[in-house]
């Protein structure tokens, strides 16, 4: 049961989220400037090979005709950036499936390395490509961290969501991970909590087979959706409500953190600091592909949701971005103490240097009620938030994530209307 502080804070959280999350169509391709300083290059490959009925990310049933024309849209794309004075120290690859094509993806990975001095390559699968020839595509293109759409491994639950036949049984995806580590410096495993009909008996067992297989990162993520899947959600898995949620994290807490560290609200690992979200550890990043996120100084932005539009435009050399937003400063700050809030803690040190001395000026009522509500506190020169807070964090990233899943489904609708225009 959430008491009233939980409840307001959560109210309050939203109403800071939606408005820093807000784009529009945009007349024409904004013209970004290459900042000083490198960036996280973010990589969208929108393939699936099975299309799971609670995941709204951008993904399309895999056609391999479509992907190698993707993938080679994708290579002219990253040129052009690399053209125009971007710098990038670190890519993350996500989907869709990024290893539907691994000799593709390969190349992909390869061209960036020669153009820039990337020091982490972090590429997302599923367990049925956890294969030799796979993984050594991955490992001699440079991969160092190699993260594995697991989701649970109760074989009842596998079967709802529709990942049995395809993926493997619990077991078989053990058999895989335990072969598979020790190969990329990180493996990081991606679980799902609060499934309709999930138990405390079938998550606990759930952390025991993570903890028994010294995996290096757990990222456990509530369930979640956008409007658009909610209806085949319900259909698939039953349904859904969040009157499990806070006892279930609870839990994968407790059990977690005996032997990990928590370097975000829902991320857990052994060593270093490598976490699922780079939202959370980046400033700025650009994304290239169909369906991809940019946030720079100008704003946020986002490319087109047809993949057929995408190649078509970057093959004429123009700029795939369709929607945007420009922030005021407002607006960045709130961005700025929302990832930071994601991630555990707010430097200040880090915020005046991106944001001036005057920043905690436009922040005060926000971090007053953070602080009265008790999410956070001020420890060691930073704002780091309490253990009462990372619920909240979670219960705001859900949202977070929902309302990105939304604005996914607007610029579809968008790109979909123009195509039938045109």
Not at 224 to 229: C, G
Request: one cysteine or more.
């Amino acid at each position: 049961m959430k008491n009233i502080s939980e409840i307001l804070l959560n109210k309050v959280s939203r109403m800071m989220m939606h408005w820093s999350l807000r784009v529009s169509p945009l007349s024409r391709p904004p013209v970004l400037t290459a900042p000083g300083t490198p960036l996280l290059l973010y990589v969208h490959i929108p393939f699936c090979e099975e299309l799971c009925p609670y995941c709204s990310f951008f993904k399309v049933k895999f056609d391999d005709a479509l992907a190698v024309n993707y993938f080679n849209a994708l290579e002219k794309d990253i040129l052009e950036y690399h053209k125009n004075g971007f710098r990038f120290d670190e890519v993350y690859i996500g989907g869709g499936t990024p290893t539907v094509k691994p000799e593709y993806l390969g190349k992909v990975i390869r061209l960036i390395r020669s153009l820039w001095d990337i020091k982490e390559v972090s590429v997302e699968t599923n367990p049925n490509h956890l294969q030799s020839d796979i993984l050594k595509i991955l490992k001699d293109s440079g991969v160092t961290r190699l993260s594995v759409g697991v989701q649970t491994f109760d074989n009842k639950l596998l079967k709802k969501l529709k990942r049995f036949n395809k993926y493997g049984s619990g077991k078989e995806i053990q058999k895989k991970l335990k072969e598979t580590a020790g190969i990329f410096n990180t493996l990081n495993v991606d679980m799902i909590f609060n499934f309709p009909e999930q138990t405390s008996e079938t998550l606990g067992r759930d952390i025991s087979i993570i903890k028994d297989l010294g995996i290096d990162q757990a990222t456990f993520y509530p369930l979640m959706s956008s409007s658009s899947v909610k209806d085949k959600m319900t259909l698939a898995l039953g349904n859904h409500g969040a009157e499990n949620e806070k006892e279930f994290y609870k839990l994968i807490s407790d059990r977690l953190l005996e032997s990990y560290e928590r370097t975000s609200a829902w991320c857990f690992t052994r060593k270093g600091n490598l976490i699922d979200e780079y939202i959370v550890t980046r400033d700025y990043y650009i994304g290239v592909g169909a369906g991809s996120f940019s946030y720079l100084t100008e704003g946020m932005f986002a490319t087109t949701f047809s993949i057929h539009q995408y190649i078509d435009t970057i093959n004429a050399g123009l700029s795939a971005i369709t929607m945007g937003k420009s922030y005021n400063r407002k607006e960045k700050l709130l961005y700025s103490l929302l990832m930071s809030l994601f991630g555990g803690r707010m430097e200040l040190k880090q915020m005046k240097r991106n944001h001036g001395r005057s920043w905690f000026f436009y922040l005060f009522v926000e971090l007053l009620f953070l602080f009265l509500s008790g999410a956070v506190v001020m420890k060691h020169g930073s704002i780091r938030v309490t253990n009462k807070g990372h619920y909240s964090m979670v219960s705001l990233m859900r949202d977070f994530f929902s309302l990105v899943n939304n604005i996914r489904e607007q610029c579809r609708r968008l790109s979909d209307k123009k195509n039938r225009a045109a």
